[in-house]
C-alpha cells in the first residue's frame, strides 16, 4: 500500500498559497513542523511519511508522555498530532494538557474522539483515515489558527476549536 502524496491532492502544500481574491498576496501556513506521537510503529511511520511527502517538517516522531514533553519543551513544534492510547502510563489527553500549558495546538488521530478533551485540542481525526484525510484535517487546523475559514473538513474529523 503506498502511503505517500496523492497525485492531484495538494492540500498540504496548496494551503499557504494565495487565492485569486487577495490581490496575490501569499498567507503563510501557520503549521510547518510536526510532533508525531503514536506507539504503534507502523501507524507512526505512515503518519511521518505523509507528513514530510507533503512538505512538512518532523519535530519528532515519539511514543510516549515523557518523550512527547521533551520534544515540546524544547521548542520548534507547530502543531502536536498524537493517539490517545500510549505506552508509559500516560495518554494522548496528558501530551495534549502538557502541550496545551505551552500554547501548542494540538489534533489527535484516535479511533475515539474525547468528548472530555475538547478544550484541549483543534479537534480530532478518527482513525481509520486514508493519508488525504490527515493533511486536509492539518489544512482545517491551519486554516483555524490563522483566522480564516477553513477548507472542507474529511470524513471522521471534528473540529472542536472556532475561528477566532
Do not use: W
Not at 43 to 50: C, L, N, T
Request: with cysteine.
Amino acid at each position: 500500500m503506498f502511503f505517500g502524496r496523492i497525485r492531484g491532492d495538494d492540500t498540504a502544500r496548496d494551503a499557504g498559497r494565495a487565492t485569486a481574491g487577495d490581490g496575490g498576496a501569499v498567507s503563510r501556513n501557520a503549521i510547518r513542523s510536526v510532533l508525531v506521537v503514536e506507539d504503534e510503529p507502523l501507524v507512526a511511520f505512515d503518519h511521518e511519511h505523509i507528513l514530510s511527502q507533503a512538505g512538512y517538517r518532523i519535530a519528532a516522531t515519539v511514543d510516549s508522555h515523557a518523550h512527547a514533553a521533551r520534544v515540546i519543551d524544547a521548542g520548534s513544534v507547530d502543531l502536536v498530532v498524537t493517539d490517545i492510547n500510549l505506552r508509559g502510563g500516560r495518554c494522548g489527553i496528558e501530551v495534549a494538557r502538557h502541550a496545551h500549558a505551552r500554547q501548542l495546538p494540538v489534533l489527535f488521530v484516535t479511533g475515539a474522539c474525547p468528548a472530555d478533551a475538547r478544550s484541549l485540542a483543534v479537534g480530532c481525526l478518527a482513525k481509520p483515515f486514508a493519508p488525504r484525510d490527515l493533511l486536509a484535517a492539518i489544512a482545517v487546523v491551519d486554516a483555524v489558527l490563522a483566522g480564516r475559514a477553513p477548507p472542507r473538513k474529511p470524513r471522521g474529523m471534528k473540529l472542536f476549536a472556532e475561528i477566532a
